[in-house]
């Protein structure tokens, strides 16, 4: 984010890239994810949030919250910036998942059907459960700050 914010967009994006790539899995490329969706680029974020499901959805030792709060807070991200289709298939491949046994499903299957419902060119009401913890592995910092240096 400090790179990004000094105007190193590019350097910063492929470091972070290199750093997932070069052991890829869920987390990781959530967390590539979340940078994209902070640096205003929805379509990298989507597919890096594909890329994501396409690996085991298990948290690692490292990792902040849990794997559905991360997934869900991506998908709403997805949802909010019209990449319905990619909110759908992260909720799909997160409603499986029993390791937290109901904690996000009710908020998943709503996620799914108001993309659902978009993606057929409805205006679903929809807000983010408060049920689910939001992610945000800057939380304790001035991510805006960063981002102007």
Do not use: H
Request: charged share 25%; with cysteine.
């Amino acid at each position: 984010m400090i790179d990004t914010g000094k105007g190193k967009y590019e350097a910063a994006a492929s470091e972070l890239i290199k750093f997932t790539e070069s052991k890829p899995s869920y987390s990781r490329y959530i967390y590539l994810a979340y940078f994209y969706q902070l640096t205003g680029k929805p379509r990298d974020a989507a597919e890096a949030i594909r890329k994501a499901i396409s690996f085991p959805i298990v948290d690692l030792d490292d990792d902040q919250n849990n794997t559905e709060c991360r997934g869900y807070s991506a998908g709403v991200y997805a949802f909010r910036s019209g990449e319905y289709d990619t909110a759908i298939k992260i909720c799909d491949a997160l409603l499986p998942i029993n390791e937290n046994g109901d904690y996000a499903k009710a908020a998943l299957l709503n996620l799914k059907s108001a993309a659902q419902s978009a993606a057929k060119g409805s205006r679903p009401d929809f807000t983010p459960s408060e049920a689910v913890t939001g992610f945000d592995p800057y939380e304790r910092i001035d991510v805006q700050q960063l981002l102007s240096k």
